[in-house]
Nanobody, 126 residues
């Protein structure tokens, strides 16, 4: 079965950091572009970051630039999202997703992603 398991969320104060992980199984992970999306409470799902199949290209949402990085370990079938300088508005459920064969990391459309994980909750609170 295809699985994407997101983890690493939690409660953090403003300015804090988290590392989210996305563990993949059941498909040839290295062939897929991987993205992170989030859904703030009461809002639509929005793009956070994406990384190409081999990790050579990445794209971050404007709101995340300068305080977040995305990386992947194809040998370990995992993608990581490092969140730094967290703000109250970063609160939400974070999802990882995978798409193939489109290797375009610049697209922020959730509809292009075929596989989705179950999400991990990030809460930024004082």
């Amino acid at each position: 079965d295809v699985q994407l398991q997101a983890s690493g969320g939690g409660l953090v104060q403003p300015g804090g950091s988290l590392r989210l992980s996305c563990a993949a199984s059941g498909f040839t992970f290295s062939r897929y572009t991987v993205g992170w999306f989030r859904q703030p409470p009461g809002k639509d799902r929005e793009f956070v970051a994406a990384i190409s199949r081999k990790g050579g290209a990445t794209h971050l949402a404007d709101s995340m630039k300068g305080r977040s990085t995305i990386s992947r370990d194809n040998a370990g079938n995992a993608v990581y999202l490092h969140l730094n300088g967290l703000k109250l508005e970063d609160t939400g459920v974070y999802y990882c997703a995978a798409k193939y064969p489109n290797n375009d990391v610049s697209s922020a459309l959730p509809s292009g992603y075929a596989f989705w994980g179950q999400g991990t909750l990030v809460t930024v609170s004082k």
